[in-house]
């Protein structure tokens, strides 16, 4: 038995006294560990919540879905709210401004075009043989040991290996990867202390350093521009559109990011979900005995499951956008220049969309999470996060199935990005 529950229970009370005085900017740490009850609390008192800095705070999934619809209004540029934040100029800055997620069209348009130019469907199926050979050789690993990290020696493992495929990264120079990725990721919380924001400009200008040797040497030998992403950023459209060099080096950086602690977080929290609830777990399991023989029907549970999975412990939880002009959500007024905080989380959870929403069900039909974000903005790699989801867990499942936790897991104690840092276990 573990000391601790992994998600610790919190009272109407206390949820009600959380968000009776909500604010991104001083969360108690019981909110971060069980966020939900507050964000119910949230959704059923104060839907569209003014904070203390005048920024407002969604959490109903209707309101998350009309501000991603209307981009012509809200706004993904960051360059009004990162320049207090980080410093004009700064390497976080000048990152976090020229990445894909934060901007709008036309650089928005062109670089998405490019990415998805080299994650067509055909790719990604072709990644598939490669992905389990790579999580057959972490089993194998844990299997030897009789154990291990759910999240340093599997979780975390699978994503950095598959950017680093996309990108055509030496497996001999991976290494300094995620680290550089939590560091960047880890200053877009909504309170960045002096030593976070050091780490994150540090990381930033470590990684354009080294991807622009990594550029250099893809120009002077190209990849296959259909598999090869990188390949195809440098050279762009048939068209005529290309990247300048600050435009790619940075969003080599965002695909990394993108592609990293959110995958990361979806593999673990998964597991870690099915700790806590023995029943889905259980069910999981038989549903995969009874579709051992058919691939697509197993191909089904799993993608059903890790959807699932995504809606209940979203591995992002909170979006940012800007309004243009004045406008209206959820019968509030906001005013031109309005920042506007999404709460996936809360969305995902929103018993007007979702009937029983705190109850994991991993049969859930239709699933229309918002962990992929929607509209424009959606998530360009959703389909390889679902690919490297569903064989991670499914095969993970298929080689110990009767897993165990040792200990309580450590939580990484931040409020977009939730997810774990370490989950120790036996494989029986």
Not at 28 to 39: I, K, S, T
Not at 80 to 104: I, M
């Amino acid at each position: 038995m573990l000391k601790d529950p992994i998600t610790p229970p919190l009272s109407a009370a206390r949820a009600h006294e959380i968000a009776t005085a909500f604010d991104l900017r001083a969360l108690p740490a019981d909110f971060l560990a069980n966020p939900y009850p507050v964000y119910a609390a949230l959704r059923e008192t104060e839907p569209v919540r003014r904070m203390p800095d005048g920024s407002y705070f969604l959490t109903r999934y209707a309101d998350l879905v009309a501000v991603y619809r209307d981009a012509a209004t809200f706004s993904s540029d960051k360059h009004v709210e990162f320049a207090p934040k980080y410093g004009a100029g700064s390497p976080l800055f000048e990152h976090h401004t020229t990445s894909l997620v934060f901007n709008d069209p036309p650089l928005h348009t062109r670089v998405r075009k490019l990415i998805m130019g080299a994650l067509t469907r055909r790719a990604i199926a072709d990644m598939e043989p490669g992905l389990v050979t790579l999580v057959d050789s972490l089993l194998d690993r844990m299997a030897e040991q009789g154990g291990g990290d759910l999240i340093e020696d599997f979780a975390s493992a699978i994503p950095v290996d598959i950017i680093g495929n996309l990108l055509g990264v030496p497996h001999t120079e991976r290494g300094p990867l995620r680290a550089w990725s939590l560091a960047i990721l880890g200053a877009l919380e909504p309170v960045v202390s002096p030593e976070q924001q050091a780490l994150g400009n540090r990381s930033v200008t470590e990684m354009l350093d080294y991807l622009r040797t990594l550029v250099a040497t893809r120009r002077r030998q190209p990849g296959d521009p259909e598999r090869d992403v990188l390949t195809r950023l440098i050279q762009g459209e048939a068209s005529g559109e290309q990247l300048s060099e600050v435009e790619l080096l940075q969003n080599c950086i965002f695909l990394l990011n993108a592609g990293h602690e959110t995958t990361t977080n979806l593999i673990g929290n998964g597991l870690l979900v099915l700790q806590e609830h023995p029943q889905a777990h259980a069910q999981l399991l038989q549903a995969l005995q009874q579709t051992s023989g058919d691939a697509a029907a197993q191909e089904t549970v799993l993608t059903r499951a890790v959807d699932e999975f995504l809606r209940f412990e979203s591995s992002n939880q909170l979006g940012n956008r800007r309004a243009l002009t004045a406008t209206t959500v959820g019968g509030v007024d906001l005013p031109a220049g309005a920042l506007v905080t999404l709460c996936i989380g809360a969305a995902n959870r929103d018993p007007a969309q979702f009937p029983n929403p705190e109850t994991l069900d991993l049969t859930r039909e239709p699933n229309k999470h918002l962990a992929f974000g929607f509209g424009i903005h959606q998530c360009a790699g959703l389909s390889l996060a679902r690919l490297e989801g569903r064989i991670a867990i499914g095969r993970f499942l298929q080689r110990f199935p009767h897993y165990r936790l040792t200990q309580t897991p450590e939580r990484g104690g931040r409020a977009r990005f939730r997810g774990f840092l370490h989950a120790p276990f036996s494989a029986a």
